[in-house]
């Protein structure tokens, strides 16, 4: 299975800054990558997918880059409601896999 | 609008099997296959497996391929998972998503049912 890696663990941050969040794949897995948002009492969210093509209703200030086996989710000027924890997930072969997640705290 | 309304908490007893729901709407059932994922307590997520509605056909990750069967009702929009042979090691939250914008993508998640392993 692939295993990915995301970095950091924590990460804390005020509204309007722009913060990076890092996944590491064990094996390359082309620009298959997505990134999802999970915070309590709401349904999780894909935000973007393919490495950086951003799902329908995505604000922009989100976005992704990278290839092979690094990967980077960027949120510009944080909104309040950006706070939570955030995953990566491989689509490019089976089992789809997921990073530890990251948590994204108000500073 | 797409909505995925999944059961309530369950508690089994270890050996036990339990079974929970997610009862889909907003869209055509069938156009769209059912994964499942699993994150157990302070943990990340791991997916078990998709069942295609229309055809019931079903893939799943080699650890749950004795643990989960996936099932689906296309007369009332449900997707199910059956989870067998109980331990603690089953004391989780379970997530039902929609696949989409392609099969190995998570568009569409349900509010998640907590399952707790307990004699």
């Known amino acids: 299975d692939v295993q990915m890696t995301q970095s950091p663990y924590n990460l804390a941050a005020s509204p309007g800054e722009s913060v990076s969040i890092n996944c590491k794949a064990s094996?390359?897995?082309?620009?298959?990558l997505a990134w999802y948002q999970q915070k309590p009492g709401k349904a999780n969210k894909l935000l973007i997918y393919?490495?950086?093509t951003l799902q329908s209703g995505i604000p922009s200030r989100f976005s992704g880059s990278g290839s092979g086996t690094d990967f980077t989710l960027t949120i510009r000027s944080l909104e309040p409601e950006d706070f939570g924890l955030y995953y990566c997930q491989q689509h490019n072969e089976y089992p789809w896999t997921f990073g530890g997640g990251t948590k994204l705290e108000l500073k | 609008e797409v909505q995925l309304q999944q059961s309530g908490p369950e508690v089994g007893r270890p050996g036990s099997s339990v079974k929970i729901s997610c009862k889909a709407s907003g869209y055509t059932f069938t156009d769209y296959v059912m994964n499942w994922v699993k994150q157990s307590p302070g943990q990340g997520l791991e997916w078990i497996g998709w069942?295609?509605?229309?055809?019931?056909?079903?893939d799943y990750a080699e650890k749950f391929k004795k643990k989960a069967t996936l099932t689906a009702d296309t007369s009332s929009n449900t997707a199910y998972i059956q989870l067998s042979s109980l331990t603690s090691e089953d004391t989780a939250t379970y997530f039902c998503?929609?696949?989409?914008?392609?099969?190995?993508?998570?568009?569409?998640w349900g509010q998640g049912t907590l399952v707790t392993v307990s004699s």
């Open positions: 393919d490495g950086s």
């Open positions: 069942i295609d509605p229309e055809y019931g056909s079903t």
């Open positions: 094996k390359s897995i082309s620009k298959y």
């Open positions: 998503a929609r696949g989409g914008p392609n099969t190995s993508l998570f568009a569409y």
